[in-house]
C-alpha cells in the first residue's frame, strides 16, 4: 500500500506546471492534511494534536487536479516532488540544529496510473481527480519534525500551499512534536 500510494503522490505532485517560472497554484491543490497514526482504506485513521507520543507518524495528504495538470504530467514524464522530513534537535523549530532524516522520492508516473486518473477526471463534475497519498516515518525519535514538501528539481522548489490563516500561498510545510 505505501508503495502504491508514494507513486500516487509523486504523480499529483507533478501536476503543478514544473517550469517554476509559470507556476500553476489553481492546477493542484492540496485539500486536506493530517498528521496520523496509520492508514486504512487510502484513508486516516486518526487525526494527532500538535504533540504526539512516540510511533509510527505519518502524514497524509488528499490531492486535486485538474486535466491541464494531467497533461503537464504526461509531457514532462518526471518526477515532481519528496517529502523531506526534518529533524530538529534543539527547541522548537527555529533551532538552528536541525538535519534532514530523509528525502523521500515519491515515485514515478505510470502510462496504466495516468491512464486511470484521465478516467476519473472525465467522470468528474469538476473535471479534477482526488488522491489520498501519505509519507511515513516508522522509527521516529523525540523532538520537533517538519515535512517540507518540494519538487525534485535542482533548487528544491517548495509546493505551494494555502494558509488556512490568510488564505495565501505559502511553502507546504507541516510541523509536529513527537514526545
Not at 507518524?57 to 487536479?65: D, F, K, N, Q, S
Not at 514524464?77 to 536541525?98: D, F, K, Q, V
Not at 514515478?108 to 468528474?124: D, F, H, N, P, Y
Request: hydrophobic share 40%.
Amino acid at each position: 500500500m505505501y508503495k502504491r500510494s508514494s507513486i500516487v503522490l509523486a504523480i499529483v505532485m507533478l501536476l503543478v506546471c514544473l517550469d517554476t517560472g509559470r507556476a500553476s497554484a489553481q492546477a493542484l491543490e492540496i485539500v486536506e492534511s493530517a498528521w496520523t497514526s496509520g492508514v486504512h482504506d487510502l484513508q486516516y485513521v486518526d487525526k494527532l494534536g500538535p504533540n504526539v507520543p512516540q510511533h509510527p507518524l505519518y502524514l497524509w495528504l488528499r490531492v486535486a487536479a485538474d486535466e491541464g495538470a494531467l497533461r503537464e504530467l504526461e509531457k514532462k514524464n518526471m518526477l515532481p516532488m519528496r517529502n523531506r522530513w526534518r529533524y530538529y534537535a534543539g527547541i522548537g523549530t527555529e533551532s538552528e540544529s536541525r538535519e534532514v532524516i530523509d528525502e523521500i522520492h515519491l515515485g514515478v508516473g505510470t502510462a496504466e496510473l495516468v491512464a486511470k486518473l484521465e478516467r476519473e477526471i472525465a467522470a468528474s463534475p469538476d473535471g479534477k481527480f482526488d488522491w489520498r497519498v501519505w509519507s511515513m516515518k516508522s522509527r521516529i525519535r523525540p523532538g520537533d519534525w517538519v515535512v517540507e514538501v518540494v519538487y525534485s528539481d535542482a533548487g528544491s522548489t517548495p509546493v505551494p500551499c494555502r494558509s488556512q490563516a490568510t488564505n495565501a500561498l505559502e511553502p507546504c510545510r507541516f510541523e509536529i512534536r513527537v514526545q
